[in-house]
Each structure stands twice: as C-alpha cells, then as structure tokens.
C-alpha cells in the first residue's frame, strides 16, 4: 500500500509498479523489444483493434521494429501524454504484453490492454483487471475505459465480473466496443 505522500506524486514523475499474483506491471523498457513480439507480431483480435487508429506500436516484424516503438512509448511517457506499462509475468520474467494508460483530460481514463494469445483467458484477464483499480487512485480518475471487441468472450466476461459495463458510443466518446468501470 502507498503512503499518503506517495499518492500525490504524478505518475510521470515517479512511475508507479503494480504486482499481482502472477503479474508486474512496470514502465516499458527497450529490453523487452523481443519478449513483446510475440504480442505485436501476430496480433490477436483485441490487440488488433486496439492498434485501430495508432500509427505505431501494432504489427512489428522485428525486435529492432519494437524497439523503436517502444522508444516512441517512452517519448510519449515523458511528454506526460500516456503511460505504457510492461506486464510481466512473473514465472518467466518475461514480457507478455502491455497496458496503455492515457488521461486524455476529459474523463475517463482510457486503458488499451495488449496480451500474448496464450494469457488472453478469464483467468489471466481477470487478475489484470483487478489490478486496474490502482489507476483510480494513481491517476486521480472517477472512471476507467477499456477498448475490447465482440469476439473477445473471455474478455468481455472478465471485465463483466470485475465491474465494467457496455459504455456507448457518442459525440463526447468516438469509440465502439468500449467497457467502462466507475469508482
């Protein structure tokens, strides 16, 4: 648990780690261009839908590739734009995807969750999402957003249980197929 000073201290000055059980979440790094292209490489459908109107990140073919996307993260991170968290799973020390973290200024916060095919199960989906409720603290947010799709079951029922609802699409929130969570 963070103290209290701890708190007040912008994710972009000090970025926090989350643990689960069987998780990390941390700021991304170059070091995990090629544990990442088994996410990026081959992308599932809900990592394909949310590289839907990104120009970058979604689709490497090479390490060197990510790497540059993931410098392009970094960048973003220091222009206090998103964040970019690593997870880690912690029995390979390995990374298996990544969570998007932007507080565009209008709430709520939107989240992109990008996972290897093998750990997109309600199982994994469920632990992940739970850790999500740091974000309302962290990032000083009433509200979290989350981009899925239709064929994503697993993830639509992991959200379900977890809190989320259906958020529909409108003129203040241009995006399809987005689950919201209040706090």
């Given at each position: 648990?963070?103290?209290?000073?701890?708190?007040?201290?912008?994710?972009?000055?000090?970025?926090?780690?989350?643990?689960?059980?069987?998780?990390?979440?941390?700021?991304?790094?170059?070091?995990?261009?090629?544990?990442?292209?088994?996410?990026?490489?081959?992308?599932?459908?809900s990592v394909a839908a949310n590289g839907a109107g990104c120009n970058y990140g979604y689709g490497s073919q090479t390490a060197a590739e990510m790497r540059a996307f993931i410098a392009r993260w970094l960048e973003e991170y220091q222009n206090r734009w998103f964040v970019r968290f690593s997870i880690v799973d912690k029995q390979t020390n390995k990374a298996?995807?990544?969570?998007?973290?932007?507080?565009?200024?209008?709430?709520?916060?939107?989240?992109?969750?990008?996972?290897?095919?093998?750990?997109?199960?309600?199982?994994?989906?469920?632990?992940?999402?739970?850790?999500?409720?740091?974000?309302?603290?962290?990032?000083?947010?009433?509200?979290?957003?989350?981009?899925?799709?239709?064929?994503?079951?697993?993830?639509?029922?992991?959200?379900?249980?977890?809190?989320?609802?259906?958020?529909?699409?409108?003129?203040?929130?241009?995006?399809?197929?987005?689950?919201?969570?209040?706090?």
């Amino acid at each position: 648990m963070k103290n209290r000073e701890e708190k007040s201290v912008s994710v972009y000055e000090k970025c926090p780690v989350y643990e689960s059980e069987n998780f990390v979440l941390r700021l991304v790094c170059t070091d995990d261009a090629a544990d990442l292209l088994a996410c990026y490489k081959h992308p599932t459908v809900s990592v394909a839908a949310n590289g839907a109107g990104c120009n970058y990140g979604y689709g490497s073919q090479t390490a060197a590739e990510m790497r540059a996307f993931i410098a392009r993260w970094l960048e973003e991170y220091q222009n206090r734009w998103f964040v970019r968290f690593s997870i880690v799973d912690k029995q390979t020390n390995k990374a298996v995807g990544t969570v998007e973290v932007m507080d565009s200024g209008i709430l709520p916060v939107h989240l992109m969750l990008d996972l290897e095919a093998r750990y997109e199960n309600e199982e994994c989906l469920s632990e992940l999402i739970a850790v999500f409720d740091s974000f309302f603290v962290d990032f000083k947010c009433a509200q979290i957003i989350i981009v899925t799709t239709p064929e994503a079951d697993c993830r639509l029922k992991a959200l379900t249980e977890k809190g989320y609802a259906p958020y529909p699409k409108c003129d203040a929130w241009p995006y399809e197929n987005c689950y919201i969570k209040r706090r």
